[in-house]
């Protein structure tokens, strides 16, 4: 009952905030993208926390989100992603303000980002 109250709190928080703007842009994750800790060490309960630190907003309240790539890590050549929320039947908003990342993406980088095979070694790596 407490986190209905919450939830309940956090949107109305959030339907303020958006009676001055159109969206909200955060980092969808608060780090680089790096090597997942050993899944046996409390380090990964703390990165698996870390990880949810801007999505858990959206996920918490259901407002429109959308997550698109905005650069590439200078070191890996990862890309590096922003998270664009909308108030409530505002998705086009969300995919709109995407599309102009995307379309500065293509502009600076002459490319869409293509999906890193990188994330799937380290898929394979999880055992069963």
Wanted: charged letters at 20%; proline letters at 7%.
């Amino acid at each position: 009952q407490n986190i209905h109250k919450i939830r309940a709190k956090t949107i109305k928080t959030l339907r303020g905030i958006f009676k001055h703007c159109d969206c909200i842009m955060t980092p969808t994750l608060p780090f680089l993208a790096s090597e997942m800790p050993n899944s046996k060490s409390n380090d990964c309960m703390e990165h698996q926390l870390a990880l949810s630190r801007f999505t858990f907003l959206s996920n918490f309240t259901g407002f429109p989100t959308v997550s698109t790539c905005c650069g590439f890590d200078p070191n890996t050549n990862l890309p590096i992603s922003c998270m664009i929320m909308s108030r409530p039947w505002h998705e086009g908003t969300c995919l709109r303000v995407s599309r102009v990342v995307e379309s500065f993406m293509i502009e600076e980088f002459n490319h869409l980002p293509k999906t890193p095979v990188v994330a799937f070694r380290q898929l394979d790596n999880i055992s069963t």
